[in-house]
């Protein structure tokens, strides 16, 4: 019975954390320009959270399988092994993926 209140109240409190994120609008993350010479307009949006905060994520997702698999394998000090472990594959992971650029055009149209 506790269980079944202990999971409840935890997909409760997710969905609660991740409403704020689904419900933005997209009209403040995107910027237009407009070139007068070629007449034209370019549209730029802002990345999405994985993209701006990307090393961070690589570093965490690594750290938290490490921690998993070190824990089955070898208890609480597998634990911390294999979440040092894991960091450091994360972030070796992210030193190999390229670049990207903040802003990026998503489009550009002719005004007639």
Known sequence: MLKK???TFM??????VMLPLAATSADAQ???????????YTTYRRPNVY??????????IGS???LLFGGLLGGRKGAAIGALAGA???YL???KQRSKNYLRPV???RNY
């Open 93 to 95: 992971v992210t030193k």
């Open 30 to 40: 995107t910027r237009r320009y407009y070139n007068s010479r070629t007449r034209t």
């Open 64 to 66: 938290g399988v490490g």
């Open 107 to 109: 489009r550009s149209y």
């Open 5 to 7: 209140y202990f999971t």
């Open 11 to 16: 997909m409760l409190t997710m969905l609660a």
């Open 88 to 90: 450091g594959g994360g």
């Open 51 to 60: 993209q701006r905060h990307r090393k961070l994520f690589n570093i965490g």
